[in-house]
């Protein structure tokens, strides 16, 4: 494991701890997010137009950090939230699909993105990040592409970077705060973020967390309408 701050690894101890409630769980997805949000705004001009990628289970929490960090700061923020069901085909283990159930999705107009931003709680297989990363391309052609997470498995950049032709590839930029090695026999990366992010969270499962409406998405959709 590669931490950049002590800070940083008082935070990801905490996603280790199997004692941490979920509201603190909670709490501290939104702090890291923070702290990927000060991070990328050091690499990105602040002139430039954004869109911010999510699963639905990171976006009141680790993308709300990253979100409220950035919007301010940059010319123009456009928001995507994605629901995925995960699971393995067959039942090979070593074979993840992550298909897109419904999304929310801000539009971009005729804008040029600079930066496309597709954040997750931890990248391993990277089958949900390539999914969705997938569908973001067909709409919006960023000039960069910044891939970020707490916690990334020491594979996951070399099996985003496979999974694409070298036009895109050659944008991508990872931001994370802790590289693992280690997988448990159910293919949970150790120490990771201390499990499955689902019920971590405070959710029952995958299926609960399909059912979730996120707050941020409630009220982006509210301003949207708004603006209409």
Known sequence: MTVKTKCTKKLLDKL????????????????LGVKLGNSILKSINSQSNVYLACTVEDADFLAKGILTTLEPKVSKLAFACFWNQRFSPFEINELKVA??????????????VQYLIVIKSIISGACVVRTNLTNLIQKIEPEKILIAAPVIYKTAEENLRSEFNKNIYSKFEFFYFAKDSTRDDKGIVLPGIGGSVYERLGFQGQDEKNRYIPEIVKSRRHQLVQKI
């Open 16 to 31: 280790g701890d199997k004692s941490t409630s979920p509201e603190a769980y909670r709490s501290v997805m939104f702090k």
């Open 99 to 112: 298909p897109i159930l419904k999304k929310y999705q801000e539009p971009v107009n005729n804008d040029i």
